[in-house]
């Protein structure tokens, strides 16, 4: 079975704190990507990632920023969390086809992560 | 700026009659095009898309969907409605972003009720 994993389900964390939320999936992908769910608001892209080391921002970086040192693995930071930032966030993947466009994102289960 | 917009962002129908949810995308040039579901509690999962060739794609449990260029629209129908397909629905397109990669980006979401 392909997989997307993101390494917890539950995080707390108090205002102030890095924070670190990890992806690895086992599929290959070039393509990886990080959202932010919130009612009412959808899914909202933060940052993604189309090769090692290389990445763009998405709609809203702002206080978030992203590592990917090898294709598998694409790590999400919050260099200093806010109690905005209380979400539930989802990490994909997805292979490029020819023509360049992203096909079907497969998903991790998510991490709902509470800042206080 | 490249976005997606789904109008209502709840739905409510009586079991039995047709669904019908909107989608609206804004892009110079045909992107791929997705509808996503999320039942109570649960992951994405991909309903249906559309990349090239024919423009009415069909999807699981009875879903479909028609991508109108002129209209840029990919609005999601389905003859006739199903208790079990109260859910929340997102449109999706994929894009490209500004390094030549492309990435994917969501609609806010439209919450399905189904009345007995």
């Known amino acids: 079975d392909v997989k997307v994993t993101q390494s917890s389900r539950y995080l707390v964390k108090r205002t102030g704190e890095k924070v670190f939320l990890e992806c690895v999936q086992d599929?290959?992908?070039?393509?990886m990507f990080w959202y932010r769910q919130d009612p009412g608001l959808g899914l909202r892209l933060i940052y993604f990632s189309y090769d090692v080391k290389m990445k763009e921002k998405g709609d809203i970086p702002e206080g978030y920023s992203v590592s990917r040192e090898k294709k598998e693995r694409f790590s999400l930071i919050l260099e200093s969390a806010s109690t905005n930032q209380t979400s539930m966030y989802l990490c994909?993947?997805?292979?490029?086809?020819?023509?360049?466009?992203?096909?079907?994102?497969?998903f991790g289960s998510g991490t709902q992560l509470s800042v206080l | 700026a490249q976005s997606v917009t789904q109008l209502g962002s709840h739905v409510s129908v009586s079991e039995g009659a047709l669904v019908l949810l909107r989608c609206n995308y804004s892009?110079?040039?045909?992107?791929?095009l997705f509808w996503y579901v999320q039942y109570p509690n649960q992951g994405l999962q991909l309903l249906l898309k559309?990349?090239?060739?024919?423009?009415l794609v069909k999807g699981i449990n009875g879903f479909e969907a028609e991508f109108k260029k002129s209209e840029t629209s990919f609005h999601l129908t389905k003859p006739s409605a199903h208790m079990s397909d109260a859910a929340e629905y997102f449109c999706?397109?994929?894009?490209?972003?500004?390094?030549?990669?492309?990435?994917?980006?969501f609609g806010s979401g439209t919450r399905l009720s189904i009345r007995p």
């Open positions: 892009s110079s040039v045909p992107p791929y």
């Open positions: 994909a993947s997805t292979r490029a086809d020819r023509g360049g466009l992203n096909e079907k994102l497969f």
């Open positions: 559309y990349t090239t060739g024919a423009t």
């Open positions: 999706a397109v994929s894009l490209w972003g500004y390094s030549s990669a492309s990435k994917i980006i």
């Open positions: 599929m290959d992908h070039e393509n």
